[in-house]
């Protein structure tokens, strides 16, 4: 499975932005995206990736960091093997590469080390 992460930018503080992350291919066993859970992490400089949000493979039951709760909405279309973050109310404290992953379950977990497949990250950045 590969992931395409897109839709980065350069945003004032209060503002919005909306990633995407597009997969492509399939796993070993022949799984594809629509059946794998997936997450948003990010990484701020000097700090290590931490978990943003993530979604089990039906698109049901997101969760999300107490940091990015009521903010920030993921979502999925599985008939355009994509999945979302919708960011609003940016704060300067949200700047960060954004990571798109996936895991071979169905469902979500907020631990780096459980996704096998990773997107190339997208750089937000929010202006105070």
């Known amino acids: 499975v590969q992931l395409q992460a897109s839709g980065g930018g350069l945003v004032q503080a209060g503002g919005s932005l909306r990633l995407s992350c597009t997969a492509s291919?399939?796993?070993?066993?022949?799984?594809?995206?629509?059946?794998?859970?997936a997450a948003w992490f990010r990484q701020a400089p000097g700090k290590e990736r931490e978990f943003a949000a993530s979604?089990?493979?039906?698109?049901?039951?997101?969760d999300y960091a107490d940091s990015v709760k009521g903010r920030f909405t993921i979502s999925r279309d599985n008939t355009e093997n994509t999945i979302y973050l919708q960011m609003s109310s940016l704060k300067p404290e949200d700047t960060a590469v954004y990571y798109c992953?996936?895991?071979?379950?169905?469902?979500?977990?907020?631990?780096?080390?459980?996704?096998?497949?990773w997107g190339q990250g997208t750089q937000v950045t929010v202006s105070s």
């Open positions: 979604i089990n493979w039906s698109g049901g039951n997101p």
């Open positions: 992953a996936a895991r071979r379950d169905y469902y979500l977990n907020s631990a780096a080390a459980e996704y096998n497949y």
């Open positions: 291919g399939r796993t070993a066993s022949g799984r594809t995206f629509s059946s794998l859970a």
